[in-house]
Every structure is written in C-alpha cells, then in structure tokens.
C-alpha cells in the first residue's frame, strides 16, 4: 500500500463520512428533487480551502472545483445523489424517513465517498498536478443528469483530462475494487409500440382484426433481433416488459401497447437492433392485418472505459490496496449509467466498489433491492481509491492514455 497516504487523517475523517452516509440514507430524494442531499454536500464543500461550488447545475447539481487557477491538467471525479422511487426495507436505524424513497443503490454511499475525497484532497494542496473537479450530480436514475450537467458546463473551464467515477458493486467484498476496459455497460433504448387493430364482438373476430393475437406474434417475433439478426459476438438484449390492451373479455379491442427496452454494447449493434426491431414489428403486425408502430426513446449511451485509463487506475488501486483486493476484468453490465455522457466528451473510467461483507456473511444480493443498505465499511476504500487517482496524476505519463 502507498506509504504516502494520510491514514491518520482518514480514519479520524471517517466517523463523520459515515454519519453522513446515514442521514442522506435516511433522507433520499428521487432525481431533481435532491434539495436537501445538495445543500448538505455544498455546505461541506464551501468550508474546503481553495474550493469554489458552484450549485444548480443540471437542477440540483453541483460542480465543485479544488485549486482551479492552479496550473496542469484538470482531473474530474463524479457521483450521482439521487435515490429511487421504492420503499426502504432495510431495517436499519437510519432507514428512510420518506414513504415510497429508498437509497436502495448506493448513491448516498457514492456521495460520501466522493465528499470524503475532497476533504482530503483539500488539505494537502501542494500535491495536486492541477485543479480537481467534483461532480455531484442528479438524476441517474433515469433522468440523464450527466447530460444536463454537460450541457450545463460541468466540464469546462477548466476542461478535465480525465474523468473517473465508482459505482458500489455487492458481487465483490468491501475493501476490493473491480474494473475492465472497454463497454462496461449497455446503452439504454425505449421501446414504445403500438399495434393497431379494428374492434369487434369476441364472438366475431372476423369482423375486426385482432391486435392481441398480432400483438402476442410480434413479442414472439422479436426474441429472434438477438437469435437470429444480431452478431453473436456483439452483445444486445431486446425485452418486452409490459403489454397492455383491452377492457373485458367479451371484446376485441382496436389497439394493442407494448413497452420495453433495447441494451447493447456497441453503437453499430444498437443501430442494427433497432432497424431489425422496426422491420419486426411492422411486417408481423401487416402478416395478422394489423399496422405496427415503433416510437422509439434514446436512452444513455453505451458506457465504455479508456484502456489507458483504465490501466493507471488499476496501477493507483494496486498501490494503495494491493494486488489481491483489485479484480481485473469484471463482468460486463447490461445495464446502463449516465455516466456515458461525460465520456462521450473526454476519456473515462467507470469502476466498482465492493460493498458485500468483508467477513463472507451474507449481504443483499442485488441493487435496487428495498433491503439494500450501502455498506459503511467500503467508504474508506472509495475515499482512498479517489484520493490515490488525483494525487498520482501528478507523475503520470500522458493525460489521456
């Protein structure tokens, strides 16, 4: 481990990250609605030397920037804040305090660990290469806060050379960090479709046409864009999760809803899933009688890490863990993070945080679980991690990798 860490300062730091932690936990708020979660963190922030917060970007966001007249190259470190619309089951003292609002995916943890960081960062100024950029951003959860950050200049002035970001992951052991290169997780497509029929008696289905049966060959039909129309070697996953149509038994009704997503890991997939997707449910449909209608919804992009990048965080994580607790090559996610946005304007990293119980006993098995509650223990691993990136930036060799 790094011998030149600060450990005395962390450990006297972590009590009061922890208690924080708990009270955002106790006190979450869905995207754009993270007031309370904003003036907490900004509070604590402008009490840093050298720190000018900037508040209510993207809504509720925060762009905070460390010695940003300092010269070198800007380095960005981000975390999301908002919390989900389920109920809090995890039964701990500072479960949510809020009916139907649970942190049940870590974000107050994530928060923590990056405010963390920038105490620490704050307080030894001489070893940063050049100004430090936070990002505490809104809206995760599927409300795209990373791209209203962007467009609202959370990456200028001064423009960061890099951006990293964690994520708490309950597949690895707190104190162990996880990362790989390239597509780390799926870009995020909605798919709205509507098949038109003609209503009719149930007694008569020859009269009308019917959009159940052509709408249930169409849900059939589009299990073959990832059998039969999709690279087998190019990841994709197509799933229907709502069908709605009709309003008794006795009638056929004129239309037929269907809602799902698209998920892939590369932008030429993507695009050739959803022409296959549109041909799908279009000729299906006509095949029955029925006219087929796609309204597709652009989602987040597919999140890929920069190889270079990727590898001076491994070296950074090695140095201040060891090389057992760093797990090279983790799983690839077909979910998707916002996170791509930024990404999409400089090189990046996206990288896990292990949070399931370091001594084997069993922990929640999966995010956005109501009984998921971040695990306290992983905080100290998250603050390191973020501190040893910065401060080692000063001796990398390339910016961008």
Same mark, same amino acid.
């Given at each position: 481990?790094?011998?030149n860490f600060p450990e005395s300062r962390l450990?006297?730091?972590?009590?009061?990250?922890?208690?924080?932690?708990?009270?955002?936990?106790?006190?979450?708020?869905?995207?754009?609605?993270?007031?309370?979660?904003?003036?907490?963190?900004?509070?604590?922030?402008?009490?840093?030397?050298?720190?000018?917060?900037?508040?209510?970007?993207?809504?509720?966001?925060?762009?905070?920037?460390?010695?940003?007249?300092?010269?070198?190259?800007?380095?960005?470190?981000?975390?999301?804040?908002?919390?989900?619309?389920?109920?809090?089951?995890?039964?701990?003292?500072?479960?949510?305090?809020?009916?139907?609002?649970?942190?049940?995916?870590?974000?107050?943890?994530?928060?923590?660990?990056?405010?963390?960081?920038?105490?620490?960062?704050?307080?030894?100024?001489?070893?940063?290469?050049?100004?430090?950029?936070?990002?505490?951003?809104?809206?995760?959860?599927?409300?795209?806060?990373?791209?209203?950050?962007?467009?609202?200049?959370?990456?200028?002035?001064?423009?960061?050379?890099?951006?990293?970001?964690?994520?708490?992951?309950?597949?690895?052991?707190?104190?162990?960090?996880?990362?790989?290169?390239?597509?780390?997780?799926?870009?995020?497509?909605?798919?709205?479709?509507?098949?038109?029929?003609?209503?009719?008696?149930?007694?008569?289905?020859?009269?009308?046409?019917?959009?159940?049966?052509?709408?249930?060959?169409?849900?059939?039909?589009?299990?073959?864009?990832?059998?039969?129309?999709?690279?087998?070697?190019?990841?994709?996953?197509?799933?229907?999760?709502? @069908?709605?149509?009709?309003?008794?038994?006795?009638?056929?009704?004129?239309?037929?809803v269907l809602s799902g997503t698209l998920r892939?890991?590369?932008?030429?997939?993507?695009?050739?899933?959803?022409?296959?997707?549109?041909?799908?449910?279009?000729?299906?449909?006509?095949? @029955?009688?029925?006219?087929?209608?796609?309204?597709?919804?652009?989602?987040?992009?597919?999140?890929?890490?920069?190889?270079?990048?990727?590898?001076?965080?491994?070296?950074?994580?090695?140095?201040?863990?060891?090389?057992?607790?760093?797990?090279?090559?983790?799983?690839?996610?077909?979910?998707?993070?916002?996170?791509?946005?930024?990404?999409?304007?400089?090189?990046?990293?996206?990288?896990?945080?292990?949070?399931?119980?370091?001594?084997?006993?069993?922990?929640?098995?999966?995010?956005?679980?109501?009984?998921?509650?971040?695990?306290?223990?992983?905080?100290?691993?998250?603050?390191?991690?973020?501190?040893?990136?910065?401060?080692?930036?000063?001796?990398?060799?390339?910016?961008a990798g």
């Amino acid at each position: 481990m790094s011998q030149n860490f600060p450990e005395s300062r962390l450990q006297e730091l972590l009590p009061e990250l922890i208690a924080f932690r708990r009270d955002l936990h106790a006190h979450p708020e869905t995207a754009f609605k993270e007031h309370r979660t904003a003036e907490r963190v900004a509070e604590r922030l402008g009490r840093l030397p050298g720190m000018h917060v900037r508040t209510g970007v993207g809504e509720t966001g925060i762009v905070a920037t460390l010695a940003a007249d300092k010269p070198g190259p800007c380095i960005a470190l981000r975390a999301d804040m908002d919390a989900l619309p389920m109920e809090d089951k995890c039964g701990k003292p500072h479960a949510s305090t809020y009916p139907g609002v649970a942190h049940a995916c870590g974000h107050d943890g994530h928060v923590a660990c990056l405010l963390g960081a920038a105490i620490m960062l704050a307080s030894e100024p001489g070893r940063l290469a050049g100004p430090v950029r936070f990002l505490f951003q809104p809206g995760e959860e599927g409300g795209g806060g990373a791209r209203f950050m962007v467009e609202q200049g959370a990456l200028e002035n001064p423009r960061p050379a890099a951006i990293f970001a964690l994520h708490c992951w309950p597949f690895l052991p707190a104190g162990y960090v996880g990362m790989r290169s390239g597509p780390v997780m799926a870009s995020t497509d909605a798919l709205d479709i509507t098949i038109h029929g003609k209503g009719a008696h149930a007694a008569h289905p020859n009269r009308g046409v019917d959009p159940i049966v052509a709408a249930a060959h169409v849900v059939t039909a589009l299990q073959t864009v990832v059998s039969r129309h999709r690279d087998p070697l190019d990841p994709a996953v197509v799933t229907i999760g709502a @069908f709605h149509a009709g309003t008794a038994r006795n009638v056929i009704p004129d239309a037929a809803v269907l809602s799902g997503t698209l998920r892939a890991l590369s932008q030429k997939q993507r695009l050739a899933s959803l022409a296959a997707i549109r041909q799908v449910i279009e000729q299906t449909a006509a095949a @029955f009688g029925a006219r087929g209608e796609l309204v597709h919804k652009e989602g987040y992009p597919v999140n890929v890490n920069d190889p270079g990048l990727k590898e001076y965080l491994e070296r950074v994580a090695v140095e201040m863990l060891g090389r057992e607790r760093v797990v090279d090559n983790i799983p690839i996610s077909m979910g998707g993070e916002d996170f791509a946005f930024y990404t999409r304007h400089m090189p990046g990293v996206f990288w896990r945080l292990g949070v399931a119980p370091s001594d084997g006993s069993p922990g929640v098995e999966s995010l956005h679980n109501g009984c998921f509650d971040f695990n306290d223990e992983a905080i100290e691993t998250g603050v390191r991690v973020h501190c040893g990136i910065v401060w080692s930036w000063a001796s990398k060799d390339s910016a961008a990798g």
